[in-house]
């Protein structure tokens, strides 16, 4: 019997544990009070993700967070708020229609319209694996090249030579500290570390990439595949979310990682070596992040990666034959 992934939930606030000034001031903007707000419980961003309805039958999506439990996650909706303003009107993506930030001590509110879809399936249907892989390719040829400059994003390459290292990071560490790390890891570690600092150059490119696709972060529609949830974008080669995104899919039931991103034209015609070196940042991503605490407000994020990082690291076993 195969045993189902983590759930990819984390702990929500519903709407009513918002202060009441904060409230107050979501129903001012709106010019209507809110007759119910729904939580919405993928994802795990530890505030509210609500859908509103108004009294005046209007219907809004809500993500807010406040200075507690995490202090990093306002931070990141005022990223995502700046990022999703500022995306052409053409894109799927939700648009932003209001935003409330009361600085470092307050509560950060972004209030975008609301898609009426569902999450893939789980496991993935090929058919709806197929829909998705075919929208992101749909979006990365509407941002390429990058409608937001590098200075207002990032680019990747930073991201995965400063942020992402897993592995030279675990290299780092002293011997035993990494006693938690499963044995073909320990066994490849030195390789492992340079293979991965092959990967910021190879992640280079001018897409704006939304650099975490996940089927928490879609919404099928009949004739549309929407993608939410961007504080993590960043400037890259425009294969680079398909590879990303793969170790989720095959936790998820979908097919292997390779099959999932030959699925995908861009990572077709890539240099497998690239591919290789970028799959090796994502497993070590996973692999040092499955070791850490919980981050506050988070308490199910580390079994959800550590899942994603079963699959990265039989997809690099297989891609660099290393036994």
């Not at 390459?157 to 035993?176: E, I, K, M, Y």
Request: charged residues 20%.
């Amino acid at each position: 019997m195969t045993t189902p992934p983590p759930p990819a939930e984390g702990v929500r606030l519903d709407w009513l544990a918002m202060p009441a000034h904060v409230r107050r001031a979501v129903e001012q903007w709106a010019g209507s009070v809110v007759s119910s707000a729904i939580s919405q419980r993928s994802g795990f961003s530890p505030g509210v993700a609500a859908r509103l309805r108004l009294a005046d039958g209007r219907r809004f999506f809500i993500k807010a967070v406040g200075p507690l439990p995490n202090a990093e996650a306002a931070s990141l909706h005022r990223r995502e708020g700046r990022i999703v303003a500022a995306l052409p009107d053409n894109v799927t993506v939700p648009r932003l229609q209001w935003a409330f930030d009361e600085g470092d001590e307050g509560w950060v509110v972004l209030v975008f319209d609301e898609v009426m879809g569902d999450h893939p399936a789980q496991p993935w249907r090929l058919n709806e694996l197929d829909r998705v892989l075919h929208g992101l390719v749909r979006l990365t040829e509407m941002l390429t090249p990058s409608p937001l400059p590098t200075s207002a994003v990032g680019a990747a390459a930073d991201v995965v030579a400063r942020q992402l290292c897993g592995w030279q990071r675990l290299r780092q560490q002293p011997a035993d500290d990494l006693i938690r790390l499963d044995a073909w890891s320990r066994r490849h570690l030195d390789a492992l570390a340079d293979l991965e600092a092959h990967a910021p150059a190879a992640v280079i490119g001018e897409t704006l990439l939304h650099f975490d696709v996940r089927a928490d972060n879609l919404l099928l529609t009949r004739d549309k595949v929407w993608f939410f949830d961007w504080p993590h974008a960043r400037i890259g080669a425009s294969w680079l979310d398909a590879v990303a995104f793969a170790p989720s899919v095959t936790m998820q039931g979908g097919p292997p990682p390779d099959d999932v991103i030959g699925r995908f034209p861009a990572a077709q015609t890539a240099d497998p070596q690239a591919i290789t070196a970028a799959v090796a940042t994502v497993a070590g991503y996973f692999t040092r992040q499955a070791l850490q605490p919980p981050p506050p407000g988070l308490p199910t994020l580390r079994a959800f990666q550590a899942a994603q990082g079963v699959v990265a690291r039989e997809w690099l076993a297989a891609r660099t034959g290393w036994t």
